[in-house]
């Protein structure tokens, strides 16, 4: 079965205070853009127009069925929100970009992209197998959906947010999750 490398080079503007990370991105064929979340049917662009602007379409075009990759990362810059996956390359055990169907072959080097934002506080991961490998490559209790687990990096407090998938699969109205996510961005005074 075929490895496939991670396609997107990590995002990390260098007044990162949240490092967000998902498990890998979908195959190509479903990009709406080429950045992180470009799955159309995927609401995580949608729960962060909610929550910063109360416009879940903020950062779509919805004509094009696209999202605006500039507005996103004058955005995410503005904020100091980094973004990358915690694998570096997978195997999908099926033709979906169900994270049930992915294997971990490489998992991401989290300890080394932190290096590179000196300033974060935070990891946020968004989904099961994301938490799942980020929890494993730093020996870290696995916090409940919604809450956060603290740890020590390097002499760095740190907290990992584990928060609702923002996939259409995972079955809870978008209301719901930005819910979620609002929570994680007041702690974070980011909000």
């Known amino acids: 079965m075929e490895i ?13 205070r949240l490092l967000m990370l998902g498990s890998f991105p979908p195959q ?11 799955n159309w049917n995927n609401d995580m662009w949608r729960i962060v127009g909610f929550l910063f602007f109360n416009n879940k379409d903020y950062f779509a075009d919805n004509t094009k069925k696209v999202f605006c990759k500039e507005r996103l990362v004058h955005f995410l810059q503005d904020k100091g929100i980094a973004l990358f996956d915690t694998a570096c390359a997978v195997r ?19 300890p080394a992209l932190l290096r590179q934002i000196p300033q974060c506080k935070a990891i946020v991961t968004t989904g099961e197998k994301a938490t ?7 020996s ?16 760095r ?8 998938s923002s996939s259409r699969a995972y079955p809870l109205a978008l209301e719901k999750k930005a819910a979620a996510y609002r929570i994680m961005y007041q702690d974070l005074q980011m909000l």
């Open 140 to 155: 870290i209790a696995k916090p409940q959906v919604g809450d956060f687990t603290e740890f020590i990096f390097e002499d």
């Open 28 to 38: 190509q064929k479903r990009w709406s853009m080429e950045f992180y979340y470009p």
């Open 4 to 16: 496939e490398q991670h396609p997107l080079t990590p995002f990390l503007p260098g007044n990162a």
């Open 92 to 110: 999908r055990l099926q033709d979906n970009a169900s994270d049930k169907f992915l294997e971990v072959v490489q998992p991401t080097d989290v």
């Open 157 to 164: 407090p740190m907290r990992l947010y584990r928060m609702p």
């Open 132 to 138: 799942d490998t980020l929890c494993t490559q730093f």
